[in-house]
């Protein structure tokens, strides 16, 4: 049995998750296909590539990810498979596996051409159906890597925003994802954060908060920042939305500044 996790933009409206997963099944029917996540904003390729990599470690090994946030669907942009030494994936060459590949290490990339795995005809607007999870489902089944097509030494990389530490322990960063309850998700890791020290957020020279150890050690309405599940310090308030309630977007710059 082969799990295989799927993360699109396609949302759970139309057809198009279930469409992927019939596809799926009909190759291997002992396959377990589970949801990452659909709600990926529409062709957010950064938003996609933050989602796998803060989730796919949480998989057992052997697992195989496939992402789907393509704009560049029925362009000339490759399609790849991947495996590395703890899991696969498959995806367009666009950056979208690019973060959960950071710090893998990784066996082969190959590109997906041999038309003899995909449906047919391939449409120019669902590879996720036609190209993606037909390679995936041939993949459970063990088929090997190198059978999709001619290796590749590299793929598209996406460049991950560094935090920087500043004069005084100031950390500078930025917002990198919002979640559905708009707590806003910055580049500064948890590990950079001195368990002694007191710190307060600010956007430019507006204070936006304390950084706190949960979400209710303020009172409801206010702010706070907190060391979050993913790794990183995220912004939030308690009982509502930071990124409405705080005006933060995606690429907003922060500062975590000791007291």
Not at 13 to 27: A, C, E, N, P
Not at 72 to 91: H, W
Not at 122 to 142: K, Y
Request: charged residues 20%.
């Amino acid at each position: 049995m082969q799990i295989i996790t799927l993360t699109t933009d396609f949302g759970a409206r139309d057809w198009f998750v279930g469409v992927m997963k019939g596809v799926i099944l009909g190759i291997n029917p002992r396959a377990e296909v589970l949801d990452l996540t659909h709600e990926i904003a529409p062709g957010d390729i950064r938003g996609g590539a933050f989602a796998l990599s803060v989730a796919c470690r949480f998989f057992p090994k052997g697992t195989l990810h496939v992402a789907v946030v393509d704009p560049g669907v029925g362009s000339d942009r490759p399609a790849l498979a991947v495996r590395t030494a703890d899991y696969g994936f498959v995806g367009p060459d666009n950056g979208v596996l690019s973060f959960a590949l950071q710090g893998q290490k990784i066996r082969a990339i190959h590109r997906l051409e041999n038309t003899q795995f995909f449906l047919k005809p391939v449409s120019r607007t669902f590879h996720g159906r036609d190209i993606f999870a037909p390679v995936a489902g041939h993949l459970s089944r063990g088929v090997p890597i190198h059978r999709f097509g001619p290796r590749q030494k590299e793929l598209i990389r996406l460049k991950w925003p560094q935090s920087r530490t500043a004069s005084g322990g100031r950390i500078e960063g930025e917002v990198v994802y919002l979640d559905r309850f708009g707590n806003a998700i910055t580049n500064v890791e948890n590990a950079s954060l001195k368990p002694t020290v007191l710190y307060e957020v600010f956007a430019g020279r507006r204070r936006l908060c304390p950084v706190g150890a949960f979400y209710g050690s303020v009172r409801r309405g206010a702010a706070v920042a907190v060391p979050g599940s993913t790794g990183f310090l995220e912004i939030a308030v308690n009982g509502s939305s930071a990124a409405c309630e705080l005006g933060l977007a995606v690429g907003s710059k922060v500062s975590v500044t000791p007291v």
